[in-house]
């Protein structure tokens, strides 16, 4: 099965508190068993102290804060993280970028909090719909998303939104 766990953070690239490593061991358990459990998080800028190798998966991609495509939109990119000779305890881990959200000292305890992870959430429906997503990871889709906190909030009913422009989206679930 495929599983897509979405998260604001993971360890052990950023972490507050204890959602960070229960990410991370649930993706490594689940990959354990055979499912193919992947991390999306943002990329704060604090992430650069962790020794990765990241891969462009989307360079590019406008995201609008809302459904409605023409609402005001912000410019995103997307890159994949894997070890070298990837095993079942170092799941892929996708990082959302944009330097107006994630760049900044602290991951949490701004105004625009709310914005910022609303972004987030609409820049990983848009990554999983992108051509450039489909080629790179070989039309991996989610069939179960799981979200953490009040940050992925919006996420069902974006899913259900979503599925009208992609029908893959009619088979995900929301956990």
């Avoid at 804060?65 to 070890?83: C, E, N, W």
């Avoid at 305890?109 to 972004?119: A, M, Q």
């Avoid at 893959?168 to 929301?174: N, S, V």
């Amino acid at each position: 099965m495929n599983i897509l766990l979405i998260s604001t953070e993971v360890a052990p690239y950023f972490k507050t508190g204890g959602v960070a490593d229960v990410v991370s061991g649930l993706a490594k358990e689940l990959n354990t068993q055979l499912h193919d459990a992947r991390i999306v998080v943002p990329y704060y800028r604090n992430l650069l102290t962790q020794p990765v190798t990241l891969e462009d998966v989307v360079s590019e991609l406008e995201v609008p804060l809302g459904i409605d495509s023409g609402d005001s939109k912000q410019p995103g990119a997307y890159s994949r993280y894997t070890s070298i000779g990837r095993t079942l305890d170092t799941p892929i881990t996708y990082f959302v970028g944009q330097e107006f959200y994630f760049g900044r000292d602290n991951l949490y305890g701004y105004p625009d909090d709310y914005e910022r992870f609303i972004f987030f959430c609409q820049a990983t429906l848009r990554m999983l719909m992108s051509p450039a997503f489909r080629e790179r990871e070989n039309n991996w889709f989610p069939e179960i998303i799981q979200g953490y906190d009040w940050a992925t909030g919006l996420m069902p009913g974006w899913i259900r939104e979503f599925s009208r422009t992609d029908e893959r989206f009619l088979g995900t679930r929301f956990v």
